[in-house]
């Protein structure tokens, strides 16, 4: 078993406590978006996670770093449940456990994530277009488009579904004909 598929089976039950959690606390929009900006602190801050995964740093210390960074800023369930983590040593997969939660969470609320990764910056009329194009392929009501660049594709773009791959860059194509040209 690898490592990545270790860490999802222990953050899975953790994630699926805490969206039970904000279901039954009718909190779903404000759960999500308290993890997200967690997720965000944790992304931008190497410090803070290599503190609180070092197992050497006591519990108590890491609590207290919790409480003053995140008192204020999020939900008590979720600090209690980063308390929780602390005790039983799984801290280190908190980044994980937000991913299963999202996961989940847009599972639960029919929201499907498309990532597109173009040549160019898309403008608003462009992410809209493709929004909707993605609801019609998808029969989704809701789509949330995560949007990268890249300069690689030469013009284009890549839409990304699961694990469906929607490839119209003009690199996909030059590969497509470069590998029929190379079989004849």
């Keep these: ?27 779903l929009d404000e759960f999500t978006h308290n993890l997200s900006s967690i997720s965000m602190v944790l992304s931008e801050t190497k410090e803070l996670r290599e503190l609180l ?15 003053r960074l995140f008192v204020h800023q999020v939900n008590d369930s979720i600090l209690n449940f980063l308390f ?3 005790d039983r040593r799984r801290i280190n997969f908190l980044d994980i456990i937000i991913e299963k ?24 009329m462009q992410i809209q277009a493709l929004i909707q ?15 990268n660049k890249d300069t690689n594709l030469i013009g284009g773009f890549v839409i990304k579904i699961g694990s469906k791959i929607i490839d119209t860059s ?15």
Excluded at 10 to 25: R, T
Excluded at 56 to 64: F, G, H, I, R, T
């Design 101 to 124: 939660y999202l996961e989940l969470n847009y599972r639960l609320e029919s929201i499907v994530i498309a990532d597109v990764s173009a040549a160019i910056d898309l403008n608003d």
């Design 84 to 86: 929780i983590l602390v």
């Design 1 to 27: 078993m690898s490592n990545k598929t270790l860490m999802s089976t222990v953050a899975l039950p953790y994630a699926e406590a805490l969206l039970d959690v904000a279901k039954q606390e009718n909190l």
């Design 53 to 67: 995964s070092n197992p050497v740093v006591d519990s108590v210390l890491k609590k207290e770093i919790l409480q």
């Design 170 to 184: 003009l690199s996909g194509k030059l590969n497509k004909i470069s590998l029929y040209l190379n079989t004849n």
């Design 133 to 147: 194009q993605i609801k019609l392929m998808t029969k989704s009501n809701k789509v949330k488009l995560v949007v």
